[in-house]
């Protein structure tokens, strides 16, 4: 029997995806935001019946926050892209309580790029697999306890003792390094940390975040960078000095949001991410469900 209205606890917290880029940051802020974090084992083979999903349902929490998704970089097939993007939010949906909340993850990759400046209700024109993935999965937003926050995000894929990266996001990527690297000056970009997209779900949970509080709610910062500019941020924050060429790709990108919720400039969000970085201990942070 799932928990009743009565049972779900406000200060628990389940986070799907919480060994991924942007769930292990999540699931570990929340926990020293004194939140009691759920996860689970369990992976997700495509239908509604689950032990995943069946473990949202019965968790008693309050919010599930889902980071759980697939990229392109990471080598998997379209299949997975739809089933992890698509499928697997709106079948999240289907096995909610009524009594519990979604914060979903999107992305800026729900726009072609053609010409920036994007609202929260422009047409999704992605022209991609991954694109069109995210965009369907967005659906759920039409829920009022769900809230879709859309941006774009850099981060950690793990965590080294002395602030470095080990991951396969830019990030790692770039700090990983040794000699001149090209930086793209026509794909622009004004997204934000893990970090702060954690301090953002942890502000829509206490009802601070602002007014907005369903639907599709889109985050960022007031700049609009290259990704050039990017680079030379993350050089200087994580004191990384190689060479940044500045590069002109063929095709020009430009999936800048204009946001309604505007977080601190993306330099203060990176120094606090590397601070973050070096002092979080992540071992034995959640109460985990094995499967």
Known sequence: MAPSNA????????????????????????HAQGCEVITHEARYGGTPQEPLLEAVRESGCAWI????????????????????????????????HPGQRLIHASTDCVFSGARGRY???DLKDAANDYGLSKALGEAVALDPRVTCLRVSIVGPEGLASKGTNTGGGLLGWFLKQQGPVQGYTNHFWNGITTLEWAK?????????????SSGVVQLGVAEHLSKHDLLRMFAEVW???????????????????????????????????????????????????QS
């Open 119 to 121: 609202h929260t209700q």
């Open 7 to 30: 049972d779900i606890s406000r200060d628990r917290v389940f986070v799907l995806g919480h060994r991924g880029m942007l769930g292990h940051v999540v699931a570990a802020y929340l």
């Open 239 to 289: 004191e990384h000095p190689i060479e940044i060429q500045p590069f002109a790709a063929p095709e020009p990108v430009d999936r800048t949001l204009v946001p309604q919720v505007v977080r601190p400039p993306l330099r203060e969000q990176l120094r606090e991410l590397r601070e973050w970085m070096q002092q979080a201990n992540r071992e034995s942070f959640v109460q985990e469900k």
């Open 65 to 96: 926050i889902n980071a759980l998704g697939a990229i392109p970089q990471k080598g998997v097939d379209v299949e997975t892209l739809f089933r992890a993007n698509t499928h697997f939010p709106l079948h999240l949906l289907q096995c909610l």
């Open 200 to 212: 953002a779900a942890m502000e829509m949970m206490r009802g601070t975040l602002g007014p907005l």
